[in-house]
């Protein structure tokens, strides 16, 4: 399974970005995850194939997490956007699911190789 970011970039805090995420075949459950310079990686977003979502409380409200189930992509619309959203972003997609089993997909899923964003006040 191949899974490609994309859509990152240097932006004015306020402003918005989408990331797109293109997995080569169907997953059951994708998620987007940030890492920032010396911080571990963290959970952004996910969402479950009957569209469950979940959302890290730093950024409720100000992203959203969709899935085109007919592509294999996955998006995170990022609205409002601070500086502490500056991070390396990667997409991860498992077959099993990223909110019901959080720890198991993160054992099994597929990672991408990330996209950078980079807010700048």
């Known amino acids: 399974v191949q899974v490609v970011e994309s859509g990152g970039g240097s932006v004015q805090a306020g402003v918005s970005l989408r990331l797109t995420c293109t997995v080569s075949?169907?997953?059951?459950?994708m998620g987007w995850f940030r890492q920032a310079p010396g911080k571990e990686r963290e959970g952004v977003a996910s969402?479950?194939?009957?569209?469950?979502?979940w959302y890290a409380d730093s950024v409720k409200g100000r992203f959203t997490i969709s899935k085109d189930n007919t592509r294999n992509t996955l998006y995170l619309q990022m609205n409002s956007l601070k500086p502490e959203d500056t991070a390396i972003y990667y997409c991860?997609?498992?077959?099993?699911?990223?909110?019901?089993?959080?720890?198991?997909?993160?054992?099994?899923?597929?990672w991408g190789q990330g996209t950078q964003v980079t807010v700048s006040s």
């Open positions: 075949e169907y997953t059951y459950s």
């Open positions: 991860a997609a498992a077959h099993v699911g990223a909110i019901a089993t959080p720890q198991l997909f993160l054992q099994l899923a597929y």
């Open positions: 969402i479950e194939p009957d569209g469950t979502t």
